[in-house]
C-alpha cells in the first residue's frame, strides 16, 4: 500500500521538468512532468523524500543554477530545510521553535552576485526572517516599530535599477508595513525595523504577491475578497474589491498570471481567473497613457475585474487547505522553431493526485473571454 500524501504545498521546478510536492504527513514527492512539443504533458511520481517530522507548509526553489537542483521546504513546527533533489539528501536544517512558518521566498539581491540568495520567512509571528542560503544562518530580522502583530501575508519587490529591495508584509490589525533596503544593506545582522505603514483594514489575508509583468499592482487575498492595491507612487490605493461568491467558502490564495490577469483559488478546490479592467490602471499608467502590453478589457466595462472561467478539482476526502500554484514554461514550437511561451496551473488534492490545466497565451482581450479555450489533463 502506497504512503498516504495529503497535499499541502505544490511547486513547478525551475528546470520545468519536475514538480515538488510537500504533504500534511511530513514528506516530499518529486514528480516528473513531462511535455511535448503539442503541450501535452503526463505526471508520474518518482520519488518520496522523508525528514520533516510534521506538516509542510511552504516550498521555495533556492536552485541557484542550471546544474543545481535545490528546494527549501518549512513546516508548521518550525523546521526549514534545503534539499539537494539529484539525490535527495537534506543540505541545510534550521529550526525555530515554536514558530509555525506559512510562506518561504527565495531572493538574490539586485546587482550583487557575490551575495548568495537568501530565503524570506513567514508565518504567525510578528516579524520576519532573513537566512543565508549559502550556511542557512539567520542574518537579521524584518521588526514591526508600531502595532506589531502577526504578520499573515508577505511580498519581495526588486528594483534593479536602484539596486534595492522593498518588502511588503500585511499583519493581522490590518496595517501593510514596508521594509526597504539597499542591496547591500543585505549584509545585516541587527534587526531592520519597518519604514513605513499604511492602514488597509484587510484583517484575514492569507497571500500578498506584486505583479511581476511590470504594473506596479499588489494583489491581496483575504479569506472573504481579494483586492488590488496601486503601489506606483509608493502609497497603498485600492483599485480593485471583490467578495467571495459566498460565506461558507473562503478565499486561499492568488496570484497574477499575466499583466492584466489574476487567478484566485477557494477552500472548496475551485480556482477562478479573472481579466482585469482599465478601472485597475495604476496611477503610473493613467499618466502614461494605455502602457504596453495586452489591453486590458472595454473601456466602457461597468466591473473592475472580468470573470472569466472557473477551474474545480475533484478530492476524494475534504481539503481544507488546497494546494495551488502557477508557472509560466517555455515550449518547444510544433516546427522546432522559436520557442513559445504557456502557462500552467496545478492543484494538488488531499488524495494526492495533481490536476493540471494549461491557460492559454493570448495577444488581444477578446481571445481571453473565449472561456472554453482552457484544456484541463487529469
Not at 514596508?178 to 543585505?186: I, P, R, V
Request: aromatic letters at 8%; proline letters at 5%.
Amino acid at each position: 500500500t502506497p504512503p498516504t500524501h495529503s497535499i499541502t504545498s505544490i511547486l513547478v521546478g525551475k528546470d520545468e521538468k519536475s514538480i515538488i510536492t510537500g504533504s500534511k504527513e511530513g514528506q516530499l514527492c518529486l514528480w516528473d512532468l513531462v511535455r511535448d512539443k503539442g503541450n501535452e504533458i503526463q505526471i508520474f511520481p518518482c520519488q518520496l523524500l522523508y525528514g520533516h517530522s510534521s506538516a509542510i507548509t511552504a516550498l521555495a526553489d533556492s536552485a541557484n543554477g542550471p546544474d543545481n537542483y535545490a528546494l527549501a521546504s518549512a513546516t508548521k513546527c518550525g523546521q526549514i530545510f534545503v534539499w539537494d533533489l539529484k539525490d535527495g539528501t537534506c543540505l541545510h536544517a534550521r529550526d525555530i521553535p515554536g514558530h509555525h512558518h506559512a510562506h518561504i521566498q527565495v531572493f538574490q539581491a539586485p546587482g550583487r552576485a557575490d551575495l548568495a540568495p537568501r530565503l524570506l520567512v513567514q508565518g504567525y509571528y510578528s516579524e520576519l526572517f532573513v537566512l543565508d542560503l549559502s550556511t542557512f544562518d539567520i542574518l537579521f530580522q524584518l521588526r514591526q516599530k508600531v502595532s506589531p502583530s502577526w504578520i499573515t501575508a508577505v511580498s519581495v519587490v526588486e528594483n534593479a535599477v536602484k539596486q534595492s529591495m522593498s518588502f511588503l508584509g500585511l499583519n493581522e490589525d490590518g496595517y501593510m508595513k514596508l521594509w526597504n533596503m539597499k542591496a547591500s544593506d543585505l549584509r545585516a545582522t541587527e534587526p531592520v525595523d519597518n519604514d513605513k505603514q499604511h492602514f488597509v483594514g484587510i484583517t484575514s489575508a492569507v497571500s500578498l504577491s506584486t505583479n511581476p509583468y511590470g504594473s506596479a499592482m499588489a494583489l491581496v487575498v483575504a479569506q472573504d475578497s481579494w483586492q488590488l492595491f496601486d503601489i506606483s507612487e509608493g502609497g497603498f490605493m485600492q483599485l480593485c474589491h471583490v467578495g467571495s461568491d459566498t460565506d461558507s467558502v473562503a478565499l486561499t490564495g492568488g496570484a497574477f498570471v499575466d499583466r492584466y490577469q489574476v487567478l484566485i483559488w477557494r477552500s472548496d478546490n475551485t480556482a477562478s481567473l479573472y481579466q482585469l479592467t482599465r478601472r485597475c490602471h495604476t496611477q503610473v499608467e493613467l499618466k502614461e497613457g494605455d502602457g504596453v502590453g495586452v489591453e486590458p478589457a472595454p473601456p466602457d466595462a461597468p466591473e473592475a475585474a472580468i470573470h472569466l472561467c472557473t477551474f474545480c478539482v475533484s478530492s476524494q476526502r475534504p481539503a481544507p487547505q488546497p494546494a495551488f500554484t502557477f508557472s509560466h514554461l517555455t515550449n518547444e514550437s510544433p516546427d522546432g522553431g522559436r520557442k513559445q511561451p504557456c502557462r500552467l496551473f496545478l492543484a494538488g488534492n488531499s488524495s494526492g493526485q495533481i490536476h493540471a490545466w494549461f491557460l492559454p497565451v493570448q495577444d488581444h482581450i477578446m481571445d481571453l473571454l473565449c472561456r472554453y479555450a482552457v484544456r484541463h489533463i487529469t
